[in-house]
């Protein structure tokens, strides 16, 4: 069973390590907060992370998979919030500070509530997430689910609770106009990424029509 742990850990460290949405939420949330903050809201982003997968896993790739029109719903709308999210994002770029108070600079229901839209609002990491871990559960036998399971939760707190307090530990040494950057390069990215997933859910309604 400690095998079938360490798949699951190693498969979701490798999943959840990737540059995307997530994670430039959680490096913006540790540059800017104290660390005890930080690593609250890297909770939130852990809760809704492990939401998403055990949807996944249980279910929700079968049905993604089976339904084109589906896929085009999630995408169309997932790629007009991304793009929001990114504009945001570069709008408040001037008002990320390094150095911020001990109240910080967003409410903790408006953290709460971005850490699920990363997550959840990210179409293409919905789908993907999806079908991989969909199909994963298959391969499975009955008594290997939950060390599975086990090993996935703990790569995912791994992750976000080991970057937030990285980031949170060293951002004194930054220059002051790093998180201006993090937060434009951040906000550019998803924007990009956004426009791709309309891009992508053209191609998909030209097929279908």
């Not at 997530?22 to 982003?45: H, W």
């Not at 994002?89 to 600079?105: E, K, V």
């Amino acid at each position: 069973m400690l095998a079938v742990f360490l798949r699951g850990f190693i498969l979701c460290i490798a999943s959840v390590s990737s540059i995307g949405m997530q994670n430039l939420f959680v490096f913006n949330n540790a540059l800017s907060n104290r660390l005890k903050r930080a690593l609250g809201y890297a909770t939130f982003v852990w809760v809704a992370d492990t939401s998403l997968v055990l949807v996944a896993f249980f279910g929700m790739g079968a049905i993604l998979a089976k339904s084109d029109l589906l896929r085009l719903a999630v995408m169309l709308a997932g790629g007009l919030v991304v793009l929001l999210m990114g504009w945001q994002t570069i709008r408040a770029a001037h008002a990320t500070q390094l150095n911020p108070t001990t109240s910080g600079s967003q409410t903790t229901k408006k953290v709460f509530l971005s850490a699920w839209m990363v997550t959840w609002g990210n179409p293409q990491a919905l789908i993907d997430t999806s079908l991989m871990f969909g199909a994963l559960r298959a391969t499975l036998q009955n008594n290997e689910v939950w060390f599975f399971i086990a090993g996935i939760l703990l790569a995912s707190a791994t992750w976000f609770y080991g970057i937030s307090a990285v980031l949170s530990v060293v951002r004194q040494r930054l220059p002051r106009k790093f998180m201006l950057w993090v937060n434009i390069i951040s906000g550019g990215i998803i924007m990009v990424y956004g426009a791709y997933l309309l891009l992508a859910a053209s191609r998909l309604l030209f097929k279908l029509i």
